[in-house]
């Protein structure tokens, strides 16, 4: 039986953290800017923890090594 390999994009969308909890970038920042609030925007900098259940899907097919 071959090893899993990891998911490239996963690689570079998601991060481990210590505790084995999944960091992700926050979402709806790419484009549309303009009809976003302030507010919205700057709340939406740097990363975010993700759900228990989301992570655990993350890290069980996309990050087996991480």
Avoid: E, W
């Amino acid at each position: 039986m071959p090893k899993m390999k990891t998911k490239s994009g996963a690689k570079k969308r998601f991060k481990i953290t210590g505790t084995g909890k999944v960091k992700a970038a926050q979402a709806g920042k790419r484009h549309g800017m303009i009809k976003r609030t302030t507010k919205q925007i700057r709340q939406l900098r740097g990363t975010h923890v993700l759900f228990k259940s989301d992570g655990d899907n993350i890290k069980k097919y996309f990050l087996p090594n991480g």
